[in-house]
């Protein structure tokens, strides 16, 4: 039942356009947002990159802006190949779908070991590194009934509960989500997990570069990669002011389910869980809790073609309009603060054309002077 | 704030008054209903008293009724006198207000200790007998900051949270609601702490006669006398069908507020409260939880000046019509089955007067043959 059609249709790159992707996300002020809007208005990312220099000057940095090198890209697929890596390209049949509905997707993916682990459908299990024995046991408990059910596990590869959720999917499906590169696990005594995931019906995946060794502010960006590629994620166990909890978070904003397994109101590692059943979690006390509420949602999620926040694909190289003027890019930056605001009244305000609107933003962003929010607002970034 | 007002309304019972509501209520076959329904008909208890052998005989009883002597109930009054004990009639000032409102609440309340306690908002805290530390410490901790922020806390004297929840509040306000009379306290490690609560500022209350050992059955009739007399009760810890959760039950079905701590799935002593939490109480994970639902309804909750359920008070003994004749009486009890029904549509099936045919009721019902259901419903008790 949670099992995914088969047939999915989407773009491939070829050789050629995955370094030239890989080279774009790995520059400069490229984020994911950043890197559809380039793609769109360029055509592709080679005419993307080639105007990079142009766009962080006009956009007002005062340093050259550092693009990743074609030797550097062929490096890291170099890398990854060594691994038994790859690359996939948001849009093509292998991305795992849910995740490529949300905000902010990573446009390049890369994973490590059984790719079919991508066509079932996801539930993110996540909770304290320093879990109770309890909390270890429920966590093995839930990832095997819902494995023998079908779903698909997702977690961070942490100690404590994320451990105990891999190890008993191991058999049934297993994603691990990675928050340094592939060929950089963390923590230490869980690359033998890494490897029998890899090795066996489970997938890594990460959206940071190969030999990135992963800091405590990627964590929160690997937390939206489980929130986004599940259908619902379960918190077991999570304190007051835990990642857990900004999993949890992200889950509720890209509108997935929310289950909180109930704890002693003495016990910190239950307050955050705690905390989530007051702000409407799912009371979760068995799988058949989290089985109940997905049933509904389980057959029908995620299948939509392309999504508003992909690139078009990459194609040809588009023909562009002149650069907007100085007098244009300066009512655009006047009009701009601190405050975020939305695009269209960016439009509406200067009475300048959209297409002269945007293109300023991306310059803005590629000299590193814009902060795009939630919900496509801008706004610029202050000097320090 | 949660200090109800000291200006209160209702009857007030002379001497003789009370012997005789005494008598009625500790006869054969009169329940609360049953009891206002005959003060109601008959204008006061002593009539009634005098009118129950004819009505059981009407009402086809095989045997005479068994009615409670005056010397019973003078003994009753003596034992009670003597352990410092008195009897409140609903409807007297000192009768506990919230408890007053509810169907079934019963016509005389014996008490024993300060009675100024039943000025108090009362809370209910039940939960588990064989608590586990963190409960008992919860319990507690609920207790006296409930007791602190001015609230009196009722609960059932029984091991574990019971016992916790007393202890915290003997100080501020804690009412025991017993099971079996007053005099028989249960569990027995506890008659300590039944004198603490009874020299203190606290009060033991019971709806059975002096004497009277509690047995299994007798549980659910003190639980409703706890969800009776608070505005909410706290449940923390209780297994699958434990008694607390009947408690809770009652507490819900009375409108009261069902607040639930949450606890591991992993630990049966949670099973009932995170049941609770799924049927939508509150979580609760400290006082302010409880304090902040409490709030809006402190101050104004249950000063109504009589309620349905209680009789007129004792007063002149009423002219009465003469009873329905046999072919009534038998129109009625053909109208009437295994299936609960309600009296409107017993009068209008049968075409007969209400006075009729509630006066056939109550003749049935002292004859016990007759069931009262909730919503006001009665059947026909089938012969075994």
């Known amino acids: 039942m949670p099992e995914r059609s088969a047939r999915r249709n989407g773009i491939a790159l070829t050789e050629r356009q995955r370094i030239a992707w890989l080279r774009l996300i790995r520059s400069d002020n490229v984020g994911p947002a950043t890197f559809r809007d380039l793609i769109n208005h360029f055509g592709n990312a080679e005419a993307a990159l080639a105007a990079l220099p142009e766009l962080s000057r006009r956009g007002g940095s005062t340093r050259p802006i550092r693009i990743a090198s074609e030797a550097d890209a062929v490096r890291e697929l170099e ?27 990573p446009p390049l993916l890369a994973v490590r070991g059984d790719l079919s682990a991508t066509r079932l459908a996801h539930i993110g299990i996540v909770g304290s590194r ?54 950089r696990p963390y923590p230490p005594e869980n690359i033998g997990l890494l490897e029998e995931i890899c090795s066996g019906r489970g997938l890594a995946i990460s959206e940071m570069p190969f030999g990135w060794e992963a800091r405590a502010r990627d964590f929160p960006r690997r937390n939206r990669l489980i929130a986004g590629a599940a259908l619902g994620v379960v918190v077991i166990e999570a304190a007051s002011r835990s990642g857990s909890l900004i999993t949890a978070r992200l889950a509720g904003e890209f509108g997935r389910l929310v289950f909180a397994v109930p704890g002693s109101p003495l016990d910190p590692r239950c307050h955050g869980t705690n905390g989530l059943l007051k702000d409407g979690a799912i009371v979760t006390t068995g799988p058949e809790d989290i089985l109940q509420a997905l049933a509904p949602i389980a057959g029908v999620a995620n299948l939509a073609p392309r999504q ?57 962003d590629i000299a590193g002077r814009l902060h795009r929010h939630a919900g496509g607002l801008v706004s610029l970034a202050m000097a320090d």
């Open 308 to 364: 508003a926040e992909e690139p078009d694909g990459d194609g040809e190289e588009k023909a562009l309009e002149p650069p907007p003027t100085e007098n244009e890019r300066t009512r655009i930056i006047d009009a701009l603060g601190p405050t975020p605001v939305e695009i269209d009244d960016i439009i509406r305000h200067t009475g300048l054309s959209a297409s002269a609107v945007y293109l300023v933003l991306l310059e803005l």
């Open 79 to 105: 890398t990854a190949r060594r691994l038994g890596a790859t690359f996939i390209g948001i849009g093509e049949p292998d991305y795992p779908p849910a995740l490529r509905q949300i905000d902010g997707a």
């Open 130 to 183: 320093n879990a109770s024995i309890a909390g270890v046991k429920f966590a093995s408990l839930i990832a095997r009934e819902l494995g023998r059910a079908g779903y698909g596990i997702i977690s961070g590869l942490a100690r404590g509960i994320d451990t105990a959720a891999h190890r008993a999917s191991l058999e049934t499906g297993t994603i691990a989500a990675m928050a340094g590169g592939l060929d």
